[in-house]
């Protein structure tokens, strides 16, 4: 069992930055990939970003290539997003996920957080 809460969501004005933690409990963290998720009103929960256990392999959707990225500190048993150059259009509720290997699917994912909420203001 891994348990998972994240910290750091908040609001800010387009252009700003924020910072995601996610802080893993349970089992051996560097033994699984972490993700992040995210999800808006009425929306489906979307892939942001994977990192695998080593942090050797990281992959991104397309909409934050280039502004977010995302790390683990295994020593910490945490894993980070660096969100820069935030846009509306990322407002959502962001929820970090572990899971034996990086992928995109969320079906894929045995353990999630509980979400924290990111505005961006126009």
């Known amino acids: 069992q891994v348990h998972l809460v994240e910290s750091g969501g908040g609001l800010v004005q387009a252009g700003g930055s924020l910072t995601l933690s996610c802080a893993a409990s349970?089992?051996?963290?560097?033994?699984?990939?972490m993700a992040w998720f995210r999800q808006a009103p009425g929306k489906e929960r979307d892939f942001v970003a994977t990192?695998?256990?080593?942090?050797?392999?990281?992959n991104y959707a397309d909409s934050v290539k280039g502004r977010f990225t995302i790390s683990r500190d295994n020593a910490k048993d945490t894993v980070y997003l660096q969100m820069n150059g935030l846009k509306p259009e990322d407002t959502a509720v962001y929820y970090c996920?572990?899971?034996?290997?990086?992928?995109?699917?969320?079906?894929?994912?045995?353990?999630w957080g509980q979400g924290t909420q990111v505005t961006v203001s126009s």
């Open positions: 996920a572990a899971s034996p290997s990086p992928d995109r699917r969320a079906n894929l994912y045995d353990y």
């Open positions: 349970g089992r051996t963290f560097s033994t699984y990939a």
């Open positions: 990192i695998s256990g080593s942090a050797l392999y990281t």
